[in-house]
Nanobody, 122 residues
Framework: QVQLVESGGGVVRAGGNLRLTCVASGNIYNIDRLDWYREAPGKEREFIAGSRGGSKIEYADSVNGRFAIPRESGKNILYLQMNSLKPEDSAMYYC????????????????WGQGTQVTVSS
């Protein structure tokens, strides 16, 4: 069993910064990809940042230049550093990963965290 746990959400004023953390745990053989998504009320869940299994890190146009995803080498942790936050960044933020576990390494499990709420006040 594997799981993703996000943390670091909260309420911040416009122009402020937050850093979200996603920790992957369990019987992990390899993490093929580790990405961030967000979902605002009444809107579809959207990709924010990550590799989506490719070789390059991509960012949504709406956050490019303001958000970054530093990752600790050798650790199953991904951060979402959010700078110059805007009210339109308010959403539930989710971590998503493609994970292979010991015993079934040929299968890539699609795993979601429970989300962490970010609210940006104007």
């Amino acid at each position: 069993q594997v799981q993703l746990v996000e943390s670091g959400g909260g309420v911040v004023r416009a122009g402020g910064n937050l850093r979200l953390t996603c920790v992957a745990s369990g019987n992990i053989y390899n993490i093929d990809r580790l990405d961030w998504y967000r979902e605002a009320p009444g809107k579809e869940r959207e990709f924010i940042a990550g590799s989506r299994g490719g070789s390059k890190i991509e960012y949504a146009d709406s956050v490019n230049g303001r958000f970054a995803i530093p990752r600790e080498s050798g650790k199953n942790i991904l951060y979402l550093q959010m700078n110059s936050l805007k009210p339109e960044d308010s959403a539930m933020y989710y971590c998503n990963a493609g994970i292979r576990v010991y015993g079934s390494t040929w299968i890539v499990q699609d795993v979601w965290g429970q989300g962490t709420q970010v609210t940006v006040s104007s």
